[in-house]
């Protein structure tokens, strides 16, 4: 990444970045973001101790883990505040509903009809990222070392994003039913499918289409 791409893609200013690289600055909260931005250790960024980005990597676990690979995924535990934001203001996303998903075009283009506008959690697109209500249980991880997604709990998604990799939470259409859903995205050897982090639904390996990916999420209290 140029500086400029890695400011886009991490949130941190260019010239704190370059700060950074030229050894002017100590250690700050910045390295965690660039870590995420860069899907490198924080540790081996920092010190250079740990794997590094091209170290062989060890064995995969089972084809259906939903381990989620490090990258630039932010989770808040404030609770979304009330309608008090004006549509279009900057740094707040739609709320819509999942019938507007397979036809959104994003938010610079026409108007969008919002539940209300929420200030993004994550670093994403401006535009092309909408918040969505989670449905149904198939996202509700069974325990609690996995990101979980109970029902009524908002998602933020980045339309932008369109090319996963295996493990990211996803919004997918379903080629032959249209039907839209939110899954973890598994890829191995040429294949891909959908996989729900609840073990009593079944993975999904019919044909599908990347709608989005899920770039954070408001988290309940308890």
Request: hydrophobic share 35%; glycine share 8%.
């Amino acid at each position: 990444m140029t500086q400029k791409q890695a400011e886009a893609a991490s949130g941190v200013k260019q010239s704190n970045i370059s700060k950074i690289e030229r050894g002017d600055t100590g250690r700050s909260m910045a390295l965690l973001a660039l870590a995420r931005a860069y899907r490198v250790d924080p540790n081996w960024l920092d010190t250079g101790d740990g794997p590094a980005p091209w170290d062989v990597p060890q064995p995969g676990t089972a084809r259906d883990n939903a381990s989620e690979p490090p990258g630039a995924y932010r989770v808040t535990r404030t609770p979304p505040s009330g309608p008090s934001f004006n549509p279009g203001t900057p740094g707040t996303v739609p709320l819509i509903a999942w019938t507007q998903v397979a036809s959104w075009k994003g938010a610079a283009q026409g108007t969008i009809q919002a539940e209300r506008w929420l200030p993004c959690v994550a670093h994403h697109s401006p535009g092309n990222t909408y918040a969505l209500r989670v449905r149904g249980d198939s996202m509700t991880a069974p325990s609690g070392h996995l990101k979980s997604y109970p029902a009524e709990s908002i998602i933020f998604v980045d339309t932008q994003r369109t090319t996963p990799e295996d493990g990211e939470r996803i919004i997918a259409r379903l080629d032959a039913s249209n039907e839209v859903t939110f899954k973890v995205f598994k890829q191995e050897d040429g294949r891909r499918w959908l996989l729900p982090l609840n073990p009593k639904h079944e993975p999904i390996r019919s044909a599908f289409t990347v709608l989005g990916t899920v770039v954070g999420k408001w988290e309940d209290e308890d």
